[in-house]
C-alpha cells in the first residue's frame, strides 16, 4: 500500500537545465508534504515544505508545487547543479489525524550531468 | 547548528542475538522517530514516540522491536531476536520544537548487518 509515490526511480539533467521530481499521493488526510535530499551514507535532509493552503513554495532554487485535486506535487529545481546529484524523497503527513507520522516515497536518483 | 547524532555507525551481529541501536535527538524536540531503509528499498517508517510512549507504530515493528528513552536524551531501537532480513540502515529523527510541527531531522544512520 503506496501512500506516496514517485514513479521515476530515477533522473537525468544537463547541468542547468531545470530538474522536475514528481510525487504522487492516495490519502487525502495528507496535509503537508515534504521534500528530503539524500546522499549516500547519509541520513535524509529536510529540503522544502508546502502546507495544503498553498500550492506553491519557493525557496532559492527550489520550488515545490502542489495540485490537491490531482493529488500531485513535484519539485522544481532552477539550475540544477552538480552538487544536487542525490536521492530526492517525497514525504507527506496528516497533521489533523497523525500528527506525527511522515511517509516517505520510494525516491527519484537524480543525476546532474555537468 | 544542533544535529540527530547515532552509535554505531556499523552494527554486525549474529542471527538470533539482541541488538540496541542508540541515537541523540535535538535537545528540544520533543517527537522521536526510527525509520529503516533495506539496501534498493524506500525509507520506511517504523515508529514515533511521545511524551515517553509509543505514539505510532507501522507494521513492521512487531513483538521483536522495542524503543526506549531511559535517560530524556538518549533515544534506543532494541531488536530482539534479530533475523536477517532486518539488515538494513536504521535512521533515527526528531521533530516538534515545542512551537508546532516541524520537519524531522534525521541522523546519519546506523549500517546494521545480520550475519
Known amino acids: 500500500d503506496q501512500q506516496v509515490k514517485q514513479n521515476s526511480p530515477s533522473l537525468s539533467v544537463q547541468e542547468g537545465r531545470i530538474s522536475i521530481l514528481n510525487c504522487d499521493y492516495t490519502?487525502?488526510?495528507?496535509?503537508?508534504f515534504l521534500w528530503y535530499k539524500k546522499y549516500p551514507a547519509e541520513g535524509p535532509t529536510f529540503l522544502i515544505s508546502i502546507s495544503s493552503i498553498k500550492d506553491k513554495n519557493e525557496d532559492g532554487r527550489f520550488t515545490v508545487f502542489l495540485n490537491k485535486s490531482a493529488k500531485h506535487l513535484s519539485l522544481h529545481i532552477v539550475p540544477s547543479q552538480p552538487g544536487d546529484s542525490a536521492v530526492y524523497f517525497c514525504a507527506a503527513s496528516a497533521l489533523k489525524t497523525s500528527y506525527d507520522k511522515v511517509i516517505f516515497g520510494p525516491g527519484t536518483s537524480l543525476s546532474v550531468i555537468p | 547548528e544542533p544535529e540527530v547524532t547515532q552509535t554505531p555507525s556499523h552494527q554486525v551481529t549474529q542471527m538470533g542475538q539482541e541488538v540496541i541501536l542508540r541515537c541523540v535527538p535535538i535537545s528540544n524536540h520533543l517527537y522521536f522517530y526510527w525509520y529503516r531503509q533495506i539496501l534498493g528499498q524506500k525509507v520506511e517508517f517504523l515508529v514515533s514516540f511521545y511524551n515517553n510512549e509509543i505514539s505510532e507504530k507501522s507494521e513492521i515493528f512487531d513483538d521483536q522491536f522495542s524503543v526506549e528513552r531511559p535517560d530524556g536524551s538518549n533515544f534506543t531501537l532494541k531488536i530482539r531476536s534479530t533475523k536477517l532480513e532486518d539488515s538494513a540502515m536504521y535512521f533515527c529523527a526528531s521533530s516538534g520544537g515545542g512551537g508546532g510541527f516541524t520537519e524531522a531531522f534525521f541522523g546519519q544512520g546506523t549500517r546494521l548487518t545480520v550475519v
Open positions: 490519502n487525502s488526510m495528507f496535509d503537508y
